[in-house]
């Protein structure tokens, strides 16, 4: 079956522009995960959904930074007035539910101008 | 928020076994140990998790100390295609699920 996708692959803006990464979920999965991985780093936990809520939205690095899921499936991360330093790659994941396997997208490669 | 410490890397010969350590010393009681590896220019991937007693799967072996303030990640016999981060991760209930910066197996013909 499908896996994880994401859109876009690739991002390139300049600085101080919105951008808006999507990520589609493996179907009937009811959490999913937002991470951020910057250029040789391990991975930065954002934020993550159970069905349509955020629990903890701590992980977010700043107030740039949104999240929203709707209908249980396809979330947005939103990162407004992007800085440079927000340039890397952003992963998400989903799972059956919160505690099981996660499976990884493909990610999206941001660079910020 | 529990924390892992992993080396940095580790070194190993194709086709024989490799013991990945973890310290977790400030584990929860409902804290479950998640092993991922990330290998180049992928995302990670699940390898095996467990709560208290040691796990087997087809990738690999998870043994978990008795006080579980450690467990290492067994790879039976490594390959070439191994080579990756391995990353240990405590979950509780999904929040704050850290990614350390792992260990860098390499693999050596």
């Known amino acids: 079956g499908a896996g994880v996708s994401q859109s876009p692959s690739n991002k390139v803006t300049e600085k101080g522009k919105d951008v808006e990464l999507r990520c589609d979920p493996i179907s009937g999965h009811t959490a999913l995960y937002w991470y951020r991985q910057s250029l040789g780093q391990g991975l930065e936990f954002l934020i993550y959904?159970?069905?349509?809520?955020?629990?903890?939205k701590s992980g977010l690095p700043s107030d740039r930074f949104s999240a929203e899921r709707t209908g249980g499936s396809v979330s947005t991360l939103t990162i407004q007035r992007t800085q440079q330093e927000d340039s890397a790659v952003y992963l998400c994941a989903s799972s059956l539910m919160v505690r099981d396997t996660q499976y990884f997208g493909p990610g999206t490669r941001l660079t910020v101008l | 928020d529990a924390k892992t410490t992993q080396p940095n890397s580790m070194e190993s010969n194709e086709e024989e076994p490799v013991h990945l350590p973890c310290n977790h010393s400030?584990?929860?009681?409902?804290?479950?140990i998640h092993w991922y590896r990330q290998l180049p220019s992928q995302g990670p991937e699940y390898v095996i998790h467990?709560?208290?007693s040691n796990v087997n799967n087809r990738m690999a072996s998870l043994a978990i100390a008795e006080d579980r303030k450690s467990s290492t990640l067994i790879l039976h016999r490594a390959t070439l295609r191994d080579a990756a981060v391995y990353y240990c991760?405590?979950?509780?209930?999904?929040?704050?699920?850290?990614f350390g910066p792992g260990t860098r197996l390499s693999v050596l013909p």
């Open positions: 959904f159970q069905g349509n809520s955020a629990p903890d």
């Open positions: 467990g709560l208290t």
């Open positions: 991760i405590l979950d509780n209930y999904g929040q704050n699920f850290v």
């Open positions: 400030t584990i929860s009681g409902t804290d479950y």
